[in-house]
């Protein structure tokens, strides 16, 4: 079965804090994204990534980055941890068409103390 | 810019009764209408999407979404809702032959046994 793995399903940091959140996916898909899903605000876009080594903001990029040196691995880094950034971060791949919709991973609840 | 609105946050059934979701999205050019859903504590699961073709889509779990161009709409419809159909359900939209979706807000539905 394929899948896109999130590496944490809870995580707690501390404000300050650097945080890595990690999802790789084994379907050889180009496309790879983060998203975060709040109450209320369904789901938004943070970065994607349509090849390696590339990357384009999405709609609320302020705070985080990304990284992506390899095709399964997309990496979502929040420099300096903050109490607005607790929410539930999810991770999804698709074929470079988008064809066949997404595929996400089980997302990671973060809470920023 | 592209937009997706799901206008109901919150729908209570009982089973039997028959369900519609509804999702209008505002772009002018051709685009793919995709349903998703979440299961309490579970990952996002493509329910059903729309690329051409026949207007009537049908997915799995007996759900069928029915695609009005010219009232740019995608809504979902069962018949016959069952406890287990307990979740929440986004819709999302792509310009064609691009990568990059907008999700609605999504709707919350509980189903009364």
């Known amino acids: 079965d394929v899948k896109v793995t999130q590496s944490s399903r809870y995580l707690v940091k501390r404000t300050g804090e650097k945080v890595f959140l990690e999802c790789v996916q084994d379907?050889?898909?180009?496309?790879m994204f983060w998203y975060r899903q709040d109450p209320g605000l369904g789901l938004r876009l943070i970065y994607f990534?349509?090849?390696?080594?590339?990357?384009e903001k999405g709609d609320i990029p302020e705070g985080y980055s990304v990284s992506r040196e390899k095709k399964e691995r997309f990496s979502l880094i929040l420099e300096s941890a903050s109490t607005n950034q607790t929410s539930m971060y999810l991770c999804?791949?698709?074929?470079?068409?988008?064809?066949?919709?997404?595929?996400f991973g089980s997302g990671t609840r973060l809470t920023v103390v | 810019a592209q937009s997706v609105s799901q206008h109901n946050h919150h729908v209570i059934l009982s089973e039997a009764a028959s369900l519609e979701l509804g999702c209008n999205y505002s772009?002018?050019?051709?685009?793919?209408l995709f349903w998703y859903v979440q299961y309490p504590g579970q990952h996002l699961q493509l329910l059903l999407k729309?690329?051409?073709?026949?207007?009537l889509v049908k997915g799995i779990k007996g759900f069928e979404a029915e695609f009005i161009k010219s009232k740019f709409s995608f809504n979902l419809r069962k018949p016959s809702v069952q406890w287990s159909d307990t979740a929440e359900y986004f819709c999302?939209?792509?310009?064609?032959?691009?990568?990059?979706?907008?999700f609605g807000t999504g709707t919350r539905l509980k189903v009364l046994a």
């Open positions: 999804a791949s698709s074929l470079m068409t988008g064809l066949g919709g997404y595929t």
């Open positions: 379907m050889d898909h180009e496309n």
């Open positions: 990534s349509y090849d390696v080594k590339m990357k």
């Open positions: 772009y002018g050019g051709t685009v793919n």
């Open positions: 729309y690329f051409s073709g026949d207007p």
């Open positions: 999302a939209v792509t310009a064609s032959g691009t990568y990059k979706y907008i």
